[in-house]
C-alpha cells in the first residue's frame, strides 16, 4: 500500500486578514508537532510568470483583465506537478492564497463572470481544508493602511468579500470560517486543531479536483 499523503490546506481571505502570519505559524507548529509540512503562496512572484503578474499589482505594467486572470491561473498549473509530489510523498502544504483569491478578484471587476472565473483554475489539486479569515472591513481598516498595489482600495475590497461568501456557499468544498478578529495566538491553535484533524482524515484518499 502506498503511504499517507499530506494534507492540501488553503487559506483565503481580506487584506489584512493575517493570512500570511498565519500561513507560516501554522508551517511552524505542525513540524513542531510531527508533521511535515511546507509553505506556498499565490502568487508565487518569482517565475517568469510571477514577475509579470508582480509588475501588473505593482502598477508598473498594464496587462489587460482576462490575460492577467489567465496569468494568475497558469501561474497556479505551473507548481502543480510540484505539488502533486509533494503531497503524496507525504507533505502537508500550507498554501497563501489560491483559486478562489483568482475568482474573487477578476470577477469583481466590471462584466467577468464567476463561471468564467473558474474555468481556467477547474482540476487544479482540489483543497482538503479551505481556511477562511474572517475579518470585517472596519477592523480590517483599523489594522492600518492598504499597501500600494492594484485591488488596495477599501471599495474594491467590499465587492472581494461578496465574492468570497458566494464562493463559500459551495458546500462539495471544505471551508472553515475562522474569527480572524480574535488573537494571533488564538486563531494559530484554533487553524492548528482544524489541519491536524483533516491531515488524518485524508491521509489514505487521493487528491481530488476543483470545480469538476
Ligand atoms: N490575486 C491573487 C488575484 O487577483 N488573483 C489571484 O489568483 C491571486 C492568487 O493578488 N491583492 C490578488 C490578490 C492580492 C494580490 O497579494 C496578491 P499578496 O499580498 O501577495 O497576497
Ligand atoms: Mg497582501
Not at 517568469?48 to 502598477?59: A, H, N, T
Amino acid at each position: 500500500m502506498a503511504g499517507r499523503r499530506g494534507a492540501l490546506i488553503v487559506l483565503e481571505g481580506a487584506d489584512r486578514a493575517g493570512k500570511s502570519t498565519q500561513a507560516r505559524r501554522l508551517v511552524e507548529r505542525l513540524r513542531q508537532r510531527g508533521h511535515r509540512a511546507d509553505g506556498m503562496r499565490f502568487p508565487e512572484r518569482t517565475t517568469e510568470i510571477g514577475k509579470l503578474i508582480s509588475s501588473y499589482l505593482e502598477k508598473k505594467s498594464n496587462i489587460e483583465d482576462h490575460t492577467v486572470h489567465l496569468l494568475f491561473s497558469a501561474n497556479r498549473w505551473e507548481q502543480v506537478p510540484m505539488m502533486k509530489e509533494m503531497l503524496r510523498s507525504g507533505v502537508t502544504l500550507v498554501v497563501d492564497r489560491y483559486a478562489f483569491s483568482g475568482v474573487a478578484f477578476t470577477s469583481s471587476k466590471e462584466n467577468f463572470s464567476m463561471k468564467w472565473c473558474k474555468q481556467p483554475d477547474e482540476g487544479l489539486p482540489k483543497p482538503d481544508l479551505i481556511l477562511f479569515l474572517n475579518l470585517s472591513p472596519e477592523a480590517a481598516a483599523a489594522r492600518g493602511g492598504f499597501g500600494n498595489e492594484i485591488y488596495e482600495t477599501s471599495d474594491f475590497q467590499v465587492k472581494v468579500q461578496k465574492r468570497y461568501q458566494e464562493l463559500m456557499e459551495d458546500k462539495s468544498l471544505n471551508w472553515k470560517l475562522v474569527d480572524a478578529s480574535q488573537t494571533v495566538d488564538d486563531v494559530l491553535k484554533e487553524i492548528t486543531g482544524m489541519s491536524e484533524g483533516i491531515i488524518e482524515d485524508v491521509k489514505d484518499q487521493p487528491i481530488g479536483k476543483l470545480w469538476t
